[in-house]
């Protein structure tokens, strides 16, 4: 399907990633508006981070397809410039705004709130927002949601995770995607998932096959939903 909504960064106006303290101030501040903005209109937004080919795209598709009859959703997909993963996601039959960064590897508040314009929130009860591939930076950059998760799987070999502690110390739930070939990569799942305990015990740590749907009910069971 084609995605008629395409957000574009303006020159200037993505905070540069020299991570200047009043522009990472400037975004938490955007962030609560946005989460402010969300709340006052009875919408959920979960934020899903993760590496390029981890699964994020795929683990939304499959989240969408187990929830649509039970919530109406919206789903933002960022990206440098392209919108494949977005009419992937649309063709599920939800609202689906792409955010196109340019050249920059996160999704900030300030892009977020250009494609809250988009959507009818009184229409809307959960929103998915697809970060840019990306472990790193997106750990600075809140965007207003209630939930995040993080997706890792085991194809990017077993270091993933203690690699990367930063995006892992806030999020509410990691996942463990491509458990299907763990034994062909080498990759204990469990040695992951205690690495992730390490580095926050308070996340649920879910075992994922995106492509079958396995551990998905498990996901959305771990996001209260
Ligand atoms: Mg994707
Ligand atoms: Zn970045």
């Known amino acids: 399907m084609k995605i008629e909504d395409v957000v574009k960064a303006e020159e200037g106006e993505i905070f540069d990633i020299e991570l200047d303290e009043s ?3 400037a975004n938490a501040e955007l962030a609560e508006q946005n989460r402010a903005l969300l709340r006052k209109h009875g919408v959920t937004a979960v934020d899903v981070m993760g590496s390029i080919g981890a699964g ?3 683990l939304i598709e499959k989240l969408v397809q187990k929830l649509k009859t039970r919530y109406r959703i ?10 494949i993963d977005a009419e ?6 939800v609202k689906t705004v792409a955010i196109n960064t340019g050249n920059e590897c996160h999704l900030d ?6 494609a809250l ?5 009184n229409g809307i009860d959960l929103l998915f927002i697809e970060n840019v591939g990306n472990l790193i930076c997106p750990a600075d950059f809140p965007l207003g949601s209630e939930k995040r998760i993080v997706v890792v799987s085991v194809t990017e070999g077993p270091y993933m995770v203690v690699k990367h502690p930063f995006i892992f110390m806030d999020t509410d739930v990691a996942v463990i995607n491509k458990i299907d070939l763990a ?14 305990k390490k580095i926050n015990p308070n996340a649920v740590t879910v075992a994922t096959n995106c492509r079958t ?8 069971a771990a996001l209260k939903l």
């Open 74 to 83: 919206a789903v933002f997909k960022g990206d440098l410039t392209t919108t």
């Open 23 to 25: 522009l990472l101030k």
């Open 213 to 220: 749907g396995e551990g998905v009910d498990q996901v959305i």
């Open 56 to 58: 994020k795209t795929s």
């Open 88 to 93: 992937k996601i649309s063709r599920h039959g």
């Open 117 to 121: 314009s988009r959507l009818d929130l």
């Open 109 to 114: 508040a300030n892009l977020v709130r250009k």
């Open 183 to 196: 034994e062909a990569m080498g990759v204990s799942v469990e040695k992951l998932r205690e690495d992730v």
